[in-house]
């Protein structure tokens, strides 16, 4: 071999290197938070993702009204592109301290995890673990089912909604006898 040869395969070899180096620090200098959108800076701590100001989400739990459990919109900031999964979530970690100060609550078990969301054309398959189904009696798992409905249709508009408890069908025996009407959003006060 002649050092023509020998000069090219190093060449050839020090320029993957240093292309291979260059991609490395380049992706791990854009690590860092930037708002999209050419947000502000401020003093305080941004957790989630820059959101303009306005993008809020409505998240339904209950306020006792006259000795009646009604259901009410709770508005919460929208903290990630995927509002669905965000408005979900809010809804599972249940009132914050100042929303209960104000009376609101949920009949959603704390400790229900949100397993995956599931999007197809015309209807959204919500899988949550086996807590939501668990204990509170008929009249609790139904107002549950209505707090999940309405957060979800307000996202997501008219679709059908299912409800999977760990990857299965939400069903009666799975719901401690209530009969489940699927998707959840073909009771009367949804339509």
């Not at 209807?123 to 189904?133: D, G, M, Q």
């Amino acid at each position: 071999m002649n050092n023509a040869g020998l000069n090219t395969k190093t060449l050839s070899r020090g320029l993957a290197a240093g292309l291979a180096l260059g991609l490395i620090v380049s992706s791990v200098s854009s690590c860092g938070f930037i708002p999209m959108g050419g947000g502000t800076k401020t003093n305080s701590k941004v957790v989630g993702e820059y959101v303009p100001r306005g993008k809020n989400l409505n998240v339904w739990f209950v306020k006792e009204e006259a000795s009646n459990l009604e259901l009410t919109a709770v508005s919460r900031p929208k903290t990630s592109n995927d509002a669905l999964t965000c408005a979900v979530e809010e809804l599972l970690q249940g009132p914050d301290r100042a929303d209960a100060n104000q009376g609101f609550g949920t009949e959603i078990p704390r400790g229900t995890i949100l397993l995956g969301i599931k999007k197809n054309p015309g209807n959204v398959e919500i899988n949550l673990s086996k807590r939501f189904a668990s204990g509170g009696g008929p009249t609790s798992l139904e107002t549950r089912l209505q707090q999940l409905a309405r957060t979800v249709k307000d996202i997501e508009g008219d679709v059908d909604i299912f409800v999977n408890i760990e990857g299965e069908r939400l069903t009666a025996s799975s719901a401690d006898g209530l009969e489940i009407a699927q998707p959840i959003n073909i009771q009367p006060e949804f339509n």
